[in-house]
């Protein structure tokens, strides 16, 4: 019985000391959708030239369902911490990450989809989303290696600047 209670009382003292990572409160998961008067045909070129022209590596590209999604993409230049009653520092950054110690993270990546439609009665829907997002720093020592995440998530900026840019 008093290994069953000390094994208990281990693994509880073990869970609770862990650090456990928080929901970003500011944050929405829900793509950015706009309309617009020119035809899925001219927004996919827009797109597909913007892309182009600011060196994005597209991991996937389907004209006929009008979706593209790219490789892994840096956000590392564009970021903001979010504070514990949900606002964000720089609000203008593409992502938002929750504070975790007084350490930054190194690296910060996602990729990001589009996805253009036909509207009915004539132009076209396009969706932009961030996706995949992951923030972590790794940090090593003569004692070895500590890896740590943090909560990151879009703050849709960069997703409405896009879409403006096509639309």
Known sequence: MKKIFFALFGAT?????????????????????????????????????????VGTTIKLIDKASGLIVTDDYSFIN????E????????????????KRGGRAPQTITGQWNARVKDKPGGGSIININLVNLKAYRVDVSKYGSS?????????????????????
């Not at 564009?78 to 911490?81: G, L, P, R, V």
């Not at 514990?84 to 593409?94: E, H, I, L, M, R």
């Open 13 to 53: 003292t073990l869970w609770s000391c862990s650090p456990k990572m928080s929901p970003l409160t500011s944050i929405t998961t829900d793509p950015v959708m706009v309309e617009s008067t020119l035809s899925k045909e001219a927004v996919w070129e827009k797109l597909v030239d913007h892309m182009a022209v």
């Open 147 to 167: 890896y740590t995440n943090y909560s990151v998530g879009s703050n849709q900026v960069f997703e409405k600047a896009m879409a403006d840019k096509i639309k």
């Open 83 to 98: 504070n514990k009653k949900g606002v964000q520092k720089n609000p203008s950054a593409f992502v938002a990450i929750k």
């Open 78 to 81: 564009s970021w903001t911490y």
